[in-house]
């Protein structure tokens, strides 16, 4: 596993209640035998729930023709009674708290690898179209100064990046850096002062600079679908996440018409900076075999969580969103 990738699969494991580690689930596919999978098919198919997105030049009744064969061919009963919402598996993520900073540290797997990896994860709230606009704009504008700053003047690693994240319907953005030169303390260190320093840049920026930052973000959540298939992928990520609102794009873009320079920079400022009232902080550092691995906290205000045992230890004392349909 290549430490940018650990690193997110760490995220996730953090962040995800119902979340098992690549080594739990490799015993249980050690353990199972073909009768395991039999039995265990058996069930899944007596309450099976089946959802269907019909998409193009078919008729209403060529769609319940699709879901009767779909429903047939797996051997379940079929039923046009919609799923309760209390009866479907709810998805919980982790909620942060208020100005907190939990940092997660573990070894590269790979003792060989030189590679240190860190994600500085900022968690915004359950999403909502204002806030959706708010941090798609907000990419927007710090992609570029950010790669600029972080990959060509400091020089922190050849992978960098940052963007949104939704896990189980809860915002947040994040910057990701891959180094063989500098720790994790020190690539910390430097992204989190990008994002303090960054503020004078939005506030510096001219009103004609925003508006061709704006006018190129709703420019791309406006073009035309290049085929079926993109449109069809589009809309089976909201039926995937249970969200069901197809037309998130374009109540976003209507938000992003009316969106100020001076509202994202307090968003901003609440979220991300150092000071933020509500900011709450996630960073998880994939220490390289030349890195130090911590492992005792020295800071007052940050919890440190020292590998998978200690994410486990960590998640039982968490608060939860809970995403439901």
């Not at 099976?48 to 009767?68: D, R, Y």
């Not at 963007?163 to 303390?185: D, E, H, I, W």
């Not at 492992?295 to 007052?300: F, L, R, T």
Request: proline residues 4%; aromatic residues 8%.
């Amino acid at each position: 596993m290549k430490p940018p990738r650990q690193a997110g699969y760490l995220r996730l494991l953090a962040l995800q209640r119902a979340a098992w580690t690549a080594d739990e689930k490799l015993q249980a596919l050690l353990a199972a035998t073909p009768e395991d999978v039999q039995a265990h098919l058996l069930t899944l198919l007596q309450s099976l729930h089946i959802e269907m997105l019909v998409h193009g030049n078919l008729s209403e009744e060529t769609a319940a023709q699709l879901g009767m064969l779909a429903a047939r061919t797996l051997n379940c009963s079929p039923s046009t009674v919609p799923l309760l919402a209390d009866a479907r598996p709810i998805e919980r993520t982790a909620q942060l708290g208020p100005e907190s900073h939990v940092r997660i540290s573990q070894r590269v797997k790979n003792p060989q690898e030189e590679n240190s990896a860190v994600e500085v994860y900022y968690q915004i709230g359950q999403q909502t179209v204002k806030l959706k606009a708010l941090v798609d704009m907000f990419e927007q504008v710090v992609y570029e100064p950010c790669w600029d700053f972080l990959r060509t003047k400091e020089q922190l690693g050849y992978i960098v990046g940052c963007g949104v994240r939704c896990t189980g319907g809860v915002l947040a953005f994040m910057v990701n850096v891959q180094s063989s030169k500098y720790g994790v303390p020190y690539i910390e260190d430097k992204i989190q002062t990008f994002l303090d320093e960054f503020a004078k840049q939005l506030e510096d920026m001219s009103d004609d600079e925003w508006n061709k930052n704006k006018e190129s973000l709703i420019a791309m959540k406006t073009q035309k679908d290049k085929s079926l298939y993109d449109e069809s992928d589009r809309f089976w990520d909201k039926i995937n996440l249970w969200q069901y609102n197809f037309d998130l794009r374009e109540q976003v873009v209507q938000e992003l018409t009316t969106m100020t320079k001076v509202e994202l920079l307090e968003w901003y400022k609440i979220h991300v900076v150092q000071e933020g009232s509500s900011r709450r902080r996630l960073t998880v550092g994939v220490h390289g075999k030349q890195h130090d691995l911590p492992i005792e906290n020295k800071e007052n205000d940050t919890s440190l969580v020292v590998g998978e045992e200690g994410i486990a230890t960590w998640k039982n004392k968490q608060i939860w969103y809970a995403s439901s349909p």
